[in-house]
């Protein structure tokens, strides 16, 4: 079997997954609820919030300030800055959604009668690998297709066509969003061909405790902080992110911002990429495979 029909064989079983289906339509529900949580802050500025502001300023001595106590209604542009906040969260779901694809197969032992029709693990692996990659991005792209759409919808009916202006974060979401699914969908495949499914969920629930541990103070050097995918996932979605990576050094916090660039993201992916490609094709190659 040559790899391009290998090739199409692979994206014919992932059409067909009943599983992969049901987990897109569950993130395409979700990408269409998800503006609920953002949406609000474009809403014009009501009758009753004008009022309230004027009483505030009134009551704080003020009564010409009536502007400083007034809610500012996002515009497009900063709609589109704030959705990229859900981007990396997308992306790790679509990462999970293709470590189950690819994996299932290793659990149910179909992968071994697949090398029955196709001896060459090389072509199996890249083959399985860019599907997944594939899927990864057909997840991300479909949630976020679905945000900005549900979006722009609920935006123009509030405050018109007129107040459209500059949608190009909401495109450059898309681009960037769709590029990361991509990533994790190559990711996840060589994660399970490298170690299993099971061992890639749990590297996956490891990274997702470390964040959350860097998020609440936990001491990182800027440069070690360079090797972990979250923080390049985030500088992909922004294109420049920088953010405060302090220690406590004798017992004083020192400040120590560090800034990562759409740049060194786009380097960084592949690197990784390849480099789990030469493991997984080396461990795949000797691993014992029974059904």
């Known amino acids: 079997m040559t790899f391009t029909n290998l090739l199409m064989a692979e994206f014919l079983r992932v059409r067909y997954r009943k599983r992969v289906l049901v987990s897109l339509l569950l993130m395409l529900a979700g990408g269409l609820m998800l503006p609920m949580t953002y949406v609000g802050g474009a809403m014009p500025v009501t009758a009753e919030e004008r009022e309230s502001a004027r009483l505030q300023a009134i009551e704080e001595g003020c009564p010409d300030c009536v502007g400083d106590y007034l809610r500012q209604p996002l515009d497009l542009s900063a ?7 859900y981007g990396l969260i997308i992306a790790f779901l679509a990462l999970v959604t293709c470590i189950l694809y690819v994996g299932s197969d290793f659990i149910s032992g179909a992968i071994s009668v697949h090398l029955t029709f196709t001896p060459s693990r090389g072509k ?9 990659g594939a899927l990864g991005a057909v997840v991300s792209g479909t949630v976020l297709m679905a945000m900005c759409s549900v979006t722009l919808v609920w935006f123009v009916s509030a405050n ?11 495109l450059e979401l898309l681009v960037s969003g769709t590029l990361l ?14 170690g299993g499914m099971i061992p890639a969920l749990g590297a996956c629930a490891a990274c997702t405790v470390i964040f959350l541990m860097s998020l ?8 070690w902080a360079h090797i972990f995918p979250w923080w390049q996932g985030i500088a992909l979605l922004y294109g420049t992110y920088s953010t405060d990576l302090g220690q406590l050094v004798d017992h004083t916090w020192q400040s120590n911002p560090t800034t990562f ?7 960084y992916f592949p690197v990784v990429i390849g480099l789990l490609w030469v493991a997984a094709h080396i461990v795949f190659r ?3 495979i029974r059904g």
Request: proline share 0%.
């Open 79 to 85: 709609l589109g800055e704030y959705m990229k906040g």
């Open 124 to 132: 199996l692996l890249a083959a399985r690998t860019l599907v997944s």
């Open 160 to 170: 018109g066509f007129d107040a459209v202006g500059n949608a190009n974060g909401m």
């Open 181 to 194: 699914g991509f990533f994790a969908g190559l990711v996840a495949s060589l994660a399970v061909f490298l």
């Open 216 to 223: 609440q103070g936990f001491a990182l050097s800027a440069g």
């Open 261 to 267: 660039t759409r740049v060194e993201a786009l380097i």
């Open 286 to 288: 000797r691993r014992d």
